[in-house]
């Protein structure tokens, strides 16, 4: 289950940032006078969306845990 997660947060990621530059060339491709640029921006709001879902269940279940050095007072 772990290794699920964790396989599907970086996949979630790659397709977000697919998602990014697909409408960056949606951007300079159409300039303005189509709906493609939209609809990518749109996908990759719910890509992000789920990405941030994700990386909140994966931290509620413990599989994640945060390393910052701030971070000292949890050990």
């Given at each position: 289950m772990e290794s699920v997660i964790k396989i599907a947060i970086l996949i979630n990621f790659v397709l977000l940032v697919i998602s990014l530059f697909s409408s960056l060339i949606f951007v300079y491709k159409?300039?303005?006078?189509?709906n493609r640029t939209f609809y990518a921006?749109?996908?990759?709001?719910?890509?992000?969306?789920?990405?941030?879902?994700?990386?909140?269940?994966?931290?509620?279940m413990g599989i994640i845990a945060p390393h910052a050095p701030w971070d000292t007072w949890q050990q």
């Amino acid at each position: 289950m772990e290794s699920v997660i964790k396989i599907a947060i970086l996949i979630n990621f790659v397709l977000l940032v697919i998602s990014l530059f697909s409408s960056l060339i949606f951007v300079y491709k159409e300039k303005g006078k189509g709906n493609r640029t939209f609809y990518a921006l749109c996908i990759r709001a719910g890509l992000a969306l789920s990405l941030i879902l994700l990386v909140a269940l994966a931290l509620a279940m413990g599989i994640i845990a945060p390393h910052a050095p701030w971070d000292t007072w949890q050990q």
